[in-house]
C-alpha cells in the first residue's frame, strides 16, 4: 500500500500535534488554592486575599496584607516588593524595590532553589526563563526546558535583559547576573538559620501568584512531617548520638594562592536538623566554618568523629578523598568515621551534566532532608534498611542516580515532596551493640567542641551559628565557575 505522507511531512505533523498537546495541557494547569485569579476594575476596594500566609519560622521576610494589594518585605537585604491585584489602582506606598501586578503571568528564575520553589507550588507554567539551566536536576523543569521555557543567554547581556523584560517578575539572589531591576525581586532563603525557615519561603513565592493556600498547605504538612521525625529520633536515639561533620577539601590552586586547605562547616540550619535527626554536631569553637592549613590539624579535629559528609567538589570517590585528607593507608587510620565506613557525599542525585540535587528540594522540603539525615545517623531506623534520597556512602561505593527528561511523568503538576510520611513509618530503637554504634559515645549533648590552635587554622569563622550563604550562591553559579572556586565557596 502507498503510503500518502511524506517523512518530512510526518515529522511537521508530529511536531504540530506535540505543541498542541502542550498547549492544551499548560491550559487545563488547576487553578485549585489560588485566589483572586482575575484582574478587577480599578475601583475595587473589597478583600480580595481572605487566605493569608503567615510566617511561623522564617526570619528573612514579612507579608502585610491590604485589600487590593500585599507588601511583600526582605528583611536580609531591605527590599520591598509591592504586589497590587491586576487592574487594581497601583497603590501609594513609600520606599518600594518594585511594583509586581498578581497574580504572576509570566516569571523567571535564576537560582535553582526559585525555580524548585515555583514548581512546588505548581506554577511552573508562568514560568518563561531558566537561569543555570544544564545543571538543572529536576526531570520536569528539564523537560519543560527542551521547548516551553527559554535558558537566560548570560553571555549576552542585551540578550538577557530583553528576556528579563518579558517578565512580570524575575527572582534572583542578591549579586546575580540580572541586568535589568524594574521587576527584580531578590530570595535569600539561603540565608535562614533553621531547614524549617528555609522551607517556609513558600510562603514568600506564593505571594506573588495568589497561591496563599497552596503555600500554607504544603509547608504546614512539611512542618507536621518534620516534627514527627524529629520527636521520633529524639525518643529512640537521645542517648545514643553518632558525631557528624561536614567537611571540604579544596586543592591548590591559582584561585587560592596555591594552597590547598580543609574546613569543617557549622552552619546554623546543619546544626539544628544534625540534632533532630539524633545526632551531634561537631562544632569547631561555635564558629560558622573553620579552614585548617595542613590535613593532619584538619583529621586531628575529626578524632572523635563518627560520620563524615564531604561537601568538596574534588573528592568523588572514596580513594580520592582519603587521598585528599591525607590518609595513606585507611587501615591504619584510627577514626571511627574510616574504620565503620561512614563517609557521605550529598551528591546521589544528580544531571547528566553534573548538577547536583542537593542544591535544589532539600532547600523546599525540610522534613525530606531530615529524613535523609537520620537515615546517616541511624542507618537501621527503618526495619528493612532506609535507602537515601540525596546522600550516598562513599566508602560502599553507592551509585549516582542521573535523572533526565525522560523520568518526568506530567511537567505541571505541583513538585512532589520526596519525603516518607512519618506516622507511618515504625521508629527501629538503638541497638548499642550494633556495629553502627560500636565506637559511638552514649551522650545526650548537642554537638562535639573542639578547640581549634590558631597556629593550625587560616580563619576560624566570621559568626557564630552563620549560613552556608556561599554554598546556597552555587545555584546561580555552577556552571559558570572554575571547580576550585566552587570548592572554596561550598562551605563557607
Not at 498542541?20 to 476594575?41: H, P
Not at 557525599?345 to 523546599?364: C, K, M, Y
Request: proline residues 4%.
Amino acid at each position: 500500500m502507498k503510503l500518502w505522507y511524506s517523512t518530512t511531512s510526518l515529522a511537521a505533523l508530529l511536531a504540530l500535534l506535540n505543541a498542541g498537546a502542550m498547549a492544551a495541557t499548560n491550559d487545563t494547569v488547576s487553578t485549585a488554592g489560588l485566589q483572586s485569579t482575575q484582574c478587577v476594575s480599578s475601583t475595587e476596594s473589597t478583600d480580595l486575599y481572605p487566605t493569608k500566609s503567615k510566617v511561623k519560622y522564617a526570619t528573612g521576610f514579612s507579608i502585610a496584607y491590604h485589600n487590593t494589594y500585599k507588601v511583600v518585605e526582605n528583611r536580609s537585604t531591605n527590599n520591598t516588593y509591592v504586589l497590587y491585584q491586576c487592574g487594581s489602582t497601583k497603590p501609594t506606598v513609600k520606599n518600594v524595590s518594585a511594583f509586581i501586578p498578581v497574580p504572576v503571568k509570566s516569571s523567571a528564575a535564576w537560582a535553582t532553589t526559585a525555580a524548585i520553589f515555583l514548581e512546588a507550588l505548581g506554577v511552573q507554567n508562568t514560568v518563561k526563563n531558566l537561569g543555570t539551566a544544564p545543571s538543572l536536576v529536576s526531570a520536569c523543569l528539564q523537560e519543560l526546558l527542551k521547548d516551553v521555557i527559554e535558558p537566560f543567554n548570560d553571555s549576552n547581556s542585551t540578550d538577557t535583559d530583553h528576556q528579563e523584560q518579558k517578565n512580570d517578575v524575575v527572582f534572583n539572589m542578591p549579586g546575580g547576573q540580572d541586568t535589568n531591576t524594574t521587576n527584580t525581586v531578590y530570595s535569600t532563603e539561603y540565608l535562614e538559620t533553621s531547614a524549617l525557615g528555609r522551607s517556609e519561603w513558600v510562603k514568600f513565592f506564593g505571594a506573588f501568584f495568589n497561591a496563599e493556600e497552596r503555600a500554607n498547605k504544603l509547608f504546614d504538612s512539611i512542618d507536621a512531617n518534620y516534627q514527627c521525625f524529629a520527636t521520633k529520633a529524639e525518643k529512640e536515639y537521645d542517648d545514643i548520638r553518632p558525631v557528624i561533620a561536614w567537611t571540604s577539601y579544596a586543592g591548590p590552586t591559582q584561585f587560592n594562592n596555591n594552597t590547598a586547605y580543609w574546613q569543617i562547616s557549622f552552619a546554623s540550619y546543619k546544626y539544628d536538623i544534625v540534632r533532630d535527626a539524633g545526632a551531634r554536631m561537631l562544632n569547631t569553637t561555635g564558629k560558622q566554618s573553620t579552614m585548617f592549613s595542613t590535613s593532619p590539624a584538619f583529621l586531628r579535629a575529626l578524632r572523635d568523629v563518627d560520620i563524615v559528609i564531604d561537601e568538596s567538589f574534588v573528592s568523588y570517590n572514596y580513594s580520592t578523598l582519603l587521598k585528599n585528607y591525607g590518609i595513606a593507608d585507611p587501615k591504619q587510620a584510627n577514626y571511627s568515621w574510616v574504620a565503620t565506613g561512614r563517609v557521605f557525599r550529598p551528591d546521589r542525585i544528580q544531571s547528566t551534566s553534573g548538577g547536583l540535587g542537593w542544591f535544589e528540594a532539600p532547600v523546599a522540603f525540610a522534613d525530606a532532608l531530615l529524613q535523609d539525615l537520620i537515615g546517616v545517623a541511624h542507618p537501621k531506623f527503618v526495619k528493612d534498611g532506609y535507602k537515601h534520597i540525596w546522600f550516598r556512602n562513599l566508602a560502599k561505593s553507592d551509585p549516582v542516580t542521573v535523572v533526565t527528561a525522560g523520568d518526568c511523568t506530567d511537567m505541571y503538576a505541583p513538585r512532589k515532596n520526596p519525603a516518607g510520611s512519618c506516622q507511618l513509618i515504625d521508629f527501629q530503637s538503638a541497638n548499642p551493640s550494633d556495629s553502627d554504634y560500636s565506637d559511638v559515645e552514649q551522650s545526650r549533648t548537642h554537638d562535639l567542641v573542639y578547640d581549634v590552635s590558631k597556629s593550625e587554622v587560616i580563619n576560624d569563622g566570621s559568626s557564630s551559628h552563620s549560613n552556608d550563604s556561599a554554598a546556597a550562591r552555587l545555584t546561580t553559579s555552577l556552571v559558570a565557575g572554575a571547580l576550585a572556586v566552587l570548592s572554596a565557596l561550598a562551605m563557607l
